[in-house]
């Protein structure tokens, strides 16, 4: 597939659909499992130990953002359910953004965003843009006039693309929820998209670490395996305890944006422990298969590349980290202190 040039795996995208995973995180309202965020997330830990090539991290986080907002009769929702539609999310951070302007009577999007996670396979993207100060979101098709998508290659060999909008005009049909929502729906999509791909992320460690752990465990070197020698040993457990750290994490910010209406908190918590746990994993997997490490036809490079990439989706960790301290220093109204 990598050779072939193909963005994404049609195959495994079909069978996502057949087999209902994309319902089953739906809430029941909608026709769907009710499975919500934890749900998707379950999935995504799947995707990431077998390395599926399939937008669905973006595209499962604008189907709950759909059926939150619209309901169970959204146009898009039942194309993204037939599999004609699949959708890249692109939110703003200090590196990028997108603003809305009143150009003639018509209200249109500029701006840009690198590195859009494998928007090469996608057909719609869903930006969050600067309002006067509200942060509103969009989904916008992308063969619309004004949209370029400049795809190119990761190192994971899968399709991304650059964002560039340039006057492009939307109408309320593209608004995701109301004038009157706010901010909110771009709160709710960057908290679930977040997770997402911490969940991605998490099963990337996993499965790095178990083909580390057999590795070790059968590659002998002095007479004995690689797994007994100290410093092999501890690196690894180092490894599992990040592994841990990262999936944990994961699941909670799922599990609050199931159940709690501010996850922020647990979220950029997932969302750096997922960066910076994550890269340390598989740093510590490729170093200790040695040169088997390099060597093309050995997978492990595979994980490492998977992760080092989804490490800048939604912003580097130091970025994410600077949220993290500015969420934690603004004092909840909820747990204020009664006299």
Not at 91 to 117: I, K, N
Not at 140 to 145: F, K, S
Not at 178 to 194: E, L, S
Not at 291 to 319: Q, S
Request: charged letters at 20%; a negative charge; proline letters at 4%.
């Amino acid at each position: 597939m990598e050779r072939d040039g193909v963005p994404y795996d049609e195959q495994l995208w079909s069978s996502l659909l057949t087999t209902g995973l994309i319902d089953a995180v739906l809430p029941s309202d909608a026709g769907g499992g009710d499975a919500g965020m934890v749900g998707l997330a379950v999935i995504l830990e799947q995707q990431g130990i077998r390395l599926g090539r399939v937008p669905l991290a973006s595209t499962g986080t604008a189907a709950l953002a759909l059926a939150r907002f619209h309901g169970a009769d959204a146009p898009l929702l039942a194309s993204l359910r037939r599999g004609d539609a699949r959708i890249a999310v692109a939110t703003a951070d200090a590196r990028s953004g997108f603003v809305v302007r009143r150009d003639d009577g018509r209200t249109v999007l500029t701006g840009g965003c690198p590195h859009v996670h494998m928007a090469g396979s996608c057909t719609h993207v869903l930006v969050t843009a600067d309002d006067a100060g509200i942060e509103r979101c969009y989904v916008v098709p992308l063969d619309r006039d004004g949209v370029t998508a400049d795809v190119f290659d990761g190192i994971s060999r899968t399709a991304h693309a650059d964002i560039v909008l340039d006057r492009v005009p939307v109408g309320e049909s593209d608004l995701l929820g109301t004038a009157a929502d706010g901010a909110a729906p771009a709160a709710w999509v960057r908290h679930r998209y977040r997770t997402a791909v911490a969940a991605i992320v998490s099963g990337v460690c996993a499965e790095a670490i178990r083909r580390t752990a057999q590795y070790t465990s059968q590659r002998t070197q002095f007479g004995r395996p690689l797994s007994t020698n100290q410093g092999v040993a501890l690196r690894a457990a180092d490894a599992y305890i990040d592994t841990e750290i990262v999936r944990l994490t994961m699941l909670d910010a799922a599990w609050r944006c199931d159940v709690d209406s501010d996850p922020e908190a647990a979220v950029l918590t997932a969302a750096w422990w997922a960066k910076e746990g994550g890269v340390r994993v598989v740093h510590a997997t490729q170093h200790l298969h040695g040169g088997m490490g390099a060597d093309v036809d050995n997978h492990i490079h595979r994980f490492f590349l998977w992760a080092r990439e989804l490490d800048m989706v939604g912003g580097p960790a130091p970025l994410v980290l600077d949220e993290l301290a500015n969420t934690l220093r603004t004092p909840d109204p909820r747990e204020a202190v009664r006299p």
